[in-house]
């Protein structure tokens, strides 16, 4: 692979930034400062450091947020703030996106990456992927009222499918859906005559919302986080 193509890859500088770099020896190979933007290098076994810092190559990145109140999950909007820029620079230039979307007003596990094969297999509705929401609602939710949520109820012409919920008490619990239609569980609250006033997103297929994030923060899955979603 070319030196300049992989330190484009990684987010940490467009072809001309690299080729600048290299000309001021501020790049090394193997300790040795590189002389040319198309040198070639194998990122498995070549240790490339750039302007002092060692890069590490992967062409996929997997970051678990947990998402803030007011956020739009996209990477761009002309109104909102959105999750990405709650990422370094360098995510961004390495084409990261949410994988699905959350409410600006829902809290929690969101998912970014750029592998968006992974993304949309994690999306199809094919493939059934739980997730789980913890909920606060604005009235008592009758024991009727969860046999319809499980069941299905009418939101918009539509029947959602089966799901499960838990009751934490008479307005809170835990919903676990195995689809995600726009604006599902909002929807699903108000075909039972009652309105969320609390949503966070706990798991999404085998992830769990790390317990240790505060609201807006964010970190890489691990190695079994990566190998638990792709299986
Ligand atoms: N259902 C909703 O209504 N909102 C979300 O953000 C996610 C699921």
């Known amino acids: 692979m070319r030196l300049d193509k992989l330190l484009s890859e990684c ?15 501020q790049v090394t190979v193997n300790g040795i400062p590189a002389q040319k933007a198309d040198q070639q290098l194998d990122p498995a076994v070549d240790r490339v450091v750039y ?13 678990m947020l947990n998402k803030p109140d007011g956020y739009v ?3 761009e909007d002309g ?14 230039k ?17 998912l970014l990456t750029n592998d ?22 604005k009235f008592p939710l009758s024991a009727q009222d969860v046999t319809a949520l499980e069941t299905g109820v009418d ?7 089966p799901c499960t919920v838990t009751l934490d008490g008479e307005r809170e619990g835990v919903i676990t859906l195995t689809e995600g239609k726009y604006h599902q569980i909002k929807l699903m609250m108000e075909a039972v005559h009652n309105q969320i ?7 999404f297929g085998t992830l769990l919302l790390d317990q240790h994030l505060a609201r807006g923060e964010w970190r890489e899955l691990t190695d079994e986080e990566i190998q638990s979603l792709t299986r």
């Open 197 to 203: 006033t609390y949503l966070e997103r706990t798991t």
């Open 155 to 161: 939101i918009g012409g539509y029947i959602t499918k």
């Open 79 to 92: 109104k909102d703030p959105v999750v990405t820029e709650l990422l370094p620079e360098e995510y961004r």
């Open 73 to 75: 999950s996209a990477t």
């Open 11 to 25: 987010g940490i500088a467009s072809r001309k930034e690299s080729a600048r770099a290299i000309r001021a020896g």
């Open 51 to 63: 302007c002092g810092r060692e890069i590490r190559y992967r062409k996929y990145v997997y970051v």
């Open 94 to 110: 390495m084409g990261v996106f949410p994988c699905g979307r959350l409410d600006k007003h829902t809290l929690g596990l969101m």
């Open 116 to 137: 968006g094969q992974l993304s949309h297999r994690l999306l199809s509705p094919k493939h059934h992927v739980p997730k789980s929401y913890a909920f606060r609602v």
